[in-house]
C-alpha cells in the first residue's frame, strides 16, 4: 500500500496507438515530507506523518514550527498520515521525502478529495427530482420538493418530519473518494501522475492518492 499526498492540475485527453481518446486527469503528487514517524511505543500505532506544500511565511504557527524543526522541514500546509501496520522507523527517517517512485508498479489508484462547493441547492439539482408537471394548473411549484411528511407515507410513527428526509440544502464541499482510477503514466522527472477519469475537486485542490484498495 503506497499512499502521497498532491494537487490536482487539471483535465486533458490521451489517445492510444488505435486513434481511441481517454480522459486524464493530471496530479501533482510529492515529493512529500516526513515530519513524524509514529510507533506504537510512543504513539500507540504504526504511521508516518507527511506534509505537502510549504505554508506562506507569515502564516506560520509556533506550534507547527516547532513540529516542523524536528524533521529539519519547512511548515507545510498539507498534512496527513499514512497508517502502516508495521513499525517503519528502519526504512523511513523524519526529514526525508517520498515521491512518485512509490508508483512505480501500481496500476490502479483511489484518490480522495474534496468536492466542489455548489452552495445551497434545490431537490432537483441536489438530489435529481423529477419536479412538478409543466402542463396548466400547476402554479409556480415545478421544482419544489412536494408534500415532506404526512400519516399515510409512514403509518404507525406519526406525520412529523422524518430523519433522512432529502430537501434542499447545502450541496458539495464534502471528502469523496473516488475509487480504482486506472493510473496511465508515471512522470518520475516532474512528479506526475495521469490517472483516467476525473477526480474529486477543482483544479489546484489538494488530494490524497493511495493504492486501491479493492481493486485486485
Known amino acids: 500500500m503506497a499512499m502521497l499526498l498532491g494537487k490536482k492540475i487539471g483535465m486533458t485527453q490521451i489517445y492510444d496507438e488505435a486513434g481511441r481518446m481517454t480522459p486524464v486527469t493530471v496530479l501533482q503528487a510529492g515529493p512529500c515530507?516526513?515530519?513524524?514517524?509514529?510507533?506504537?511505543?510512543?504513539?500507540?500505532?504504526?504511521?508516518?506523518?507527511?506534509?505537502?506544500?510549504?505554508?506562506?511565511?507569515?502564516?506560520?504557527?509556533k506550534p507547527q514550527e516547532g513540529h516542523a524543526k524536528k524533521a529539519n522541514s519547512s511548515v507545510k500546509y498539507f498534512v496527513r498520515e499514512w497508517r502502516l501496520e508495521k513499525p517503519a522507523a528502519e526504512e523511513y527517517a523524519a526529514g526525508s521525502q517520498l515521491n512518485v517512485k512509490l508508483f512505480a508498479d501500481v496500476k490502479f489508484v483511489d484518490v480522495k478529495g474534496v468536492s466542489k462547493g455548489k452552495g445551497n441547492a434545490g431537490v432537483m439539482k441536489r438530489h435529481h427530482f423529477g419536479g412538478f408537471p409543466s402542463s396548466h394548473g400547476t402554479e409556480r411549484k415545478h421544482r419544489t420538493s412536494g408534500s415532506l411528511c404526512g400519516y399515510g407515507s409512514d403509518r404507525g410513527h406519526g406525520g412529523n418530519l422524518k430523519k433522512g428526509k432529502r430537501m434542499a440544502g447545502r450541496m458539495g464541499g464534502e471528502n469523496v473518494n473516488s475509487r480504482n482510477?486506472?493510473?496511465?503514466?508515471?512522470?518520475?522527472?516532474?512528479?506526475?501522475?495521469?490517472?483516467?477519469?476525473?477526480v474529486p475537486g477543482p483544479s489546484g485542490g489538494y488530494v490524497?492518492?493511495?493504492?486501491?484498495?479493492?481493486?485486485?
Open 33 to 61: 515530507t516526513i515530519l513524524q514517524v509514529k510507533a506504537p511505543q510512543t504513539d500507540g500505532y504504526c504511521a508516518l506523518q507527511m506534509g505537502f506544500a510549504e505554508v506562506k511565511p507569515s502564516r506560520v504557527k
Open 181 to 198: 482510477h486506472k493510473l496511465v503514466m508515471v512522470d518520475e522527472e516532474n512528479n506526475l501522475l495521469v490517472v483516467k477519469g476525473a
Open 208 to 216: 490524497v492518492i493511495r493504492t486501491a484498495k479493492t481493486k485486485k
